[in-house]
């Protein structure tokens, strides 16, 4: 049994290779986050037994979080596997500050 148990939510992230704004970006890093899970990694790696619980999609990207969290020692027992509903993404766009304010035409 966990010492320390997580709630929440984990999405598949896509972040752009460059540094462009999102909508002309064409290439992508595939990445998960969440912060439970990740405050689940966290812990784990500190040497606490913890265990995050969640819901996700019976799809790809489920899979690749649960096998993301499994290899890091996280318990995902209490995972539920939804049938019906997709596991969530989102795009994350890369900025600095000299390239964020240029238009690009």
């Not at 049994?1 to 999405?11: D, I, N, Y």
């Not at 990694?41 to 990207?61: A, E, M, Q």
């Amino acid at each position: 049994m966990p010492t320390v148990v997580t709630l929440g939510e984990a999405m598949v992230v896509f972040t752009s290779e460059e540094y462009i704004p999102l909508e002309y970006a064409t290439s992508f890093k595939k990445g998960w986050g969440g912060a439970e899970a990740n405050f689940a990694v966290g812990v784990r790696r500190l040497g606490v037994d913890v265990g995050w619980i969640s819901r996700i999609g019976k799809d790809p990207f489920g899979n690749f979080i649960i096998k993301n969290l499994k290899s890091e020692g996280v318990d995902v027992s209490g995972v539920k596997i939804d049938e019906d509903h997709p596991t969530g993404i989102y795009f994350k766009e890369k900025r600095n500050s000299i390239i964020a304010n240029v238009v690009l035409l």
